[in-house]
């Protein structure tokens, strides 16, 4: 059996290996954590790219949500706030929050409507304490100085503003290898936040060490309810989770190679905060059966039930992971199929026996050649799917949806084995060691 390569002393950064980035999970207690990963993953399918700063005050980039996800009580706002000081004390405004005078608050919506950029990005983080993110770069002139009749003008001007804060810095956790103990060191500049937060080290031959126990911890029932299938469960309570393998209970990208496949599934090996290692499920690489394409199939999940057949110029999974759309989190992705890769295709289907197939344009084209479509229905290996086109989506959304959310049917794609589970397999001829690419 393989084990885990020589671990490297010195951290590199290639720009083409990064996989820095945060996304929130949720313990059996309900309790909402972060989770924050630096550089090198495991990092769970379909995860886009956020920092824990975009987390904590709810800034997720580039996503749909118009709305907070998490309607955070006073007590929890404040400790993500710094203290405050006065307007006339503060020179750069740009992501700061406010806090106002609750009878001008119609006033100072008002004026936020008129900020060229920071419009976009106002939000209210507290009703009863009247606290509000502001973003008011625009209202200053190339020499700095603010703009007379500026919508910061007038805020200033008429007394909206009250009291200004700036926030902890949630990005700045930092890890160091100790070679002598063979140990990690974490480092923090915050104090406290409302959520627990995990940071990755960049050597992922260790797990990922709780940074923050919060004293009044976020609940998934603060979470609004559309979004609370993008938070990834983790079985066992936070408050006694001093570490956490993400890989343990989620499949995973990661820039380690895997070592061991089982049918259409490669795993990778990880440490457990036990001090044993885990077989974790990283890739399902025999569904990529078009070489000539630019990407092969793209994973949401381990257990699909939308299979999307793409174009081949085309790429939106990038803006399909930060969807709020329930039906891109039980995709998988294929690319479009011709005569010449029918067989492969039909494999895929058979395997993962997905509820609803749904084609963008050029595949919808291409697979009418191949298959018969009528009536929003195509059968494929003598069976009868439900099947649409991808500029339908809207309009027959309810009936997708319905569809995705039906239990997976096909091929159990594990997320993970013992160690002693792999090494059964291979004695029995189920699993194979894949050589090692480095």
Known sequence: ?????????????????????????????????????????????????????????????????????????????????????????????????????????KRFEELCRMLEVGSNYTYCLSDTLGIYRLEAMDCFGDNGVRIKGSALDLMLEEKIILEVYNVNDYDDMNDQYDNENDMVYHTKSFENAPFFIYHQPYWTEFCQERMNIPQNPVNICQCNEDVRHRIHKVKGLFREMEHIQIAQFHPCVTHDDATMRIGSCDYALFPLPDGSNIYSLVDMSKYDFMSNQRHGHLSFTNEPTVLIVLDPKEDPYYEWKYSNDVIFKHTICLPYVSSDTKCNFESVVKDINPRVIILMDTANTVMSNVFTID????????????????????????????????????????????????????????????????
């Open 375 to 438: 009536n929003h229905r195509v059968v494929i290996n003598n069976k009868e799917y439900p099947v649409f086109r991808y500029d339908e989506l809207e309009k027959y959304h309810d009936e997708i949806k319905q569809l995705a959310l039906l239990p997976y049917r096909g091929t159990e794609h594990r997320v993970t084995y013992s160690e002693e589970e792999m090494e059964e397999l291979v004695k029995q001829g189920i699993a194979i060691e894949i050589p090692c690419r480095r």
């Open 1 to 105: 059996m393989r084990i885990f390569a020589i671990m490297k002393i010195d951290k590199e950064y290639p720009a083409t290996h990064s996989m820095s980035t945060a996304w929130y999970i949720v313990d059996d207690e309900g309790n909402i954590g972060i989770m924050d990963y630096n550089e090198n993953g495991p990092v769970p399918w379909g995860i886009g790219e956020n920092s824990t700063m975009d987390l904590v005050l709810q800034i997720e980039y580039d996503s749909d949500n118009t709305e907070v996800m998490f309607k955070l009580t006073d007590e929890q706002v404040l400790e993500i706030l710094a203290s405050a000081q006065k307007p006339k004390d503060e020179s750069y405004w740009y992501d700061i929050f406010v806090k106002i005078d609750l009878q001008k608050r």
